[in-house]
């Protein structure tokens, strides 16, 4: 499958998709919450303890026949569903009968009311629910039928006490319940197992690996409180800068950005004042190329997204998630959205991507990418998604000395493919400034159609 890409963002790859579970709720949200708890049950802390008591404490209140307790197990998450397993299948153990049964002859005995009961059976359904994947036996497909029939006459008031009594509970708990939340439980073990070890790469240090040569030697040195002398390789830049504007010089010119203009968008003082303390993180090369390539920087704050930045290329502006400002190196990310500004240039009467056309830095990349193929999931860090991203993030690297989320794969796979874009990068400085920053028309359905981004590794 060929990905469209939509955007030009750096993301967490390793935030969950959102998976919404066959009664249509989505269940990503606490995924998240849920990966801390669960690392925790492999310790053999206190909270475990704790854990397990409150679940004993929920299961003798259910053998006691109190079904309120159901409301208590957050079944959404991994770690609710697996509690409710665990907890229904003591319960089968001690009690002789699965809580369904149990439920049903306290209905029938008048020890339930029919409100009660009727609130309680749905519940204890919602929490057994899974749906088949669509390439399984058809044995799982009819189990599943019989359930959503028998869930649908229960929702519309057709079901009869009969209905109720010979609805097969216990098979759809064994077929469906207990292997499908055992393979979500799973899975949740592995995401959790691969963000880990991404996180661990994510401090592979590049220094000393094979493309240390190509990139760039900085040294900051502070002259007073608004100015710096800094060193890229052996060019000299001097940067001064005030509330207004950062001027940066070296031996032959001088460019100015206007905070002003740039920071227009942003309201805030103190959102103003966070992306300036980013600004000057950046190197000079990059300070240029903002200058030329960005109109305006936008904050948004979603702390729930899995998006850092992003760049826009039908008005060149570049948007930063300040609710993620802790998480990741802004600088990095932001050199990695002026990355993507470079890469959008004029053609025709279209503001359009290089990379993502360029046949020789695909060909190049898709050389290269053989060695990942059969690599870890985790190896596999954000340049390796596309060629656009690759040209954003080798950006990054090459005028900052790190990208955002991508130096271990570049360095161990990529080194060819960061040199040709260490060309590709100066050829793209060398347009003529109005080609750079040029805000195009937007592209027809058939030219989006015609034109995705390549995805390599297929
Ligand atoms: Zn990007």
């Not at 697996?82 to 049903?104: C, L, N, R, T």
């Amino acid at each position: 499958m060929k990905k469209v890409v939509t955007d030009f963002s750096i993301q967490n790859i390793y935030v969950p998709k959102h998976k919404v579970n066959s009664s249509g709720v989505d269940i990503s949200s606490v995924f998240n919450e849920k990966s801390e708890v669960f690392e925790n049950t492999k310790t053999e802390s206190s909270d475990v303890i704790l854990q397990d008591n409150l679940r004993n404490k929920k299961l003798s209140k259910l053998i006691d026949g109190d079904y309120s307790v159901l409301n208590e197990i957050e079944w959404r998450t991994v770690q609710g569903t697996q509690e409710f397993v665990e907890i229904a299948k003591s319960f089968q153990f001690q009690k002789g009968i699965s809580i369904y049964d149990s439920m049903v002859g306290d209905y029938m005995n008048g020890k339930l009311s029919k409100d009660k009961f009727y609130e309680y059976l749905t519940k204890l359904l919602d929490m057994s629910e899974f749906k088949p994947d669509n390439n399984v036996s058809d044995e799982e497909w009819e189990v599943y039928g019989l359930y959503a029939l028998f869930r649908k006459d229960l929702h519309s008031g057709q079901s009869t006490d009969k209905d109720i009594k010979n609805f097969n509970y216990n098979e759809f708990f064994e077929k469906i319940t207990v292997p499908y939340s055992e393979k979500l439980i799973k899975n949740e073990a592995e995401r959790i197992l691969n963000a880990k070890k991404a996180k661990e790469l994510s401090n592979y240090d590049v220094t000393n690996s094979q493309i240390a040569p190509l990139l760039p030697r900085i040294t900051n040195i502070q002259i007073n409180k608004s100015e710096k002398v800094q060193y890229f390789n052996d060019k000299k830049y001097q940067i001064s800068y005030d509330k207004d504007k950062i001027i940066v010089k070296d031996s032959n010119s001088e460019h100015v950005i206007k905070l002003k203009k740039l920071l227009s968008n942003i309201k805030n003082e103190e959102d103003k004042a966070a992306i300036q303390k980013i600004l000057l993180d950046l190197s000079a090369p990059v300070l240029i190329d903002i200058g030329v390539e960005i109109d305006t920087i936008k904050v948004f704050n979603d702390a729930n997204s899995s998006t850092y930045a992003q760049y826009d290329g039908k008005d060149n502006v570049v948007s930063i998630n300040l609710a993620k400002k802790d998480e990741k190196n802004m600088p990095f990310v932001l050199a990695h959205e002026i990355g993507h500004s470079l890469d959008f240039s004029r053609q025709d009467d279209r503001n359009k991507v290089n990379s993502g056309f360029d046949k020789e830095l695909i060909s190049i990349a898709e050389q290269e990418m053989i060695k990942l193929k059969d690599r870890p999931e985790y190896e596999k860090q954000y340049a390796s998604s596309n060629p656009v991203e690759m040209f954003a993030e080798c950006y990054a690297l090459l005028n900052m000395g790190s990208s955002a989320d991508s130096n271990y794969v570049i360095a161990t796979y990529f080194p060819n493919t960061l040199k040709y874009i260490k060309e590709q990068i100066e050829n793209q400085r060398q347009l003529p400034m109005k080609d750079r920053n040029y805000i195009g028309r937007e592209s027809t359905l058939l030219e989006m159609v015609q034109e995705y981004i390549p995805q390599w590794g297929n």
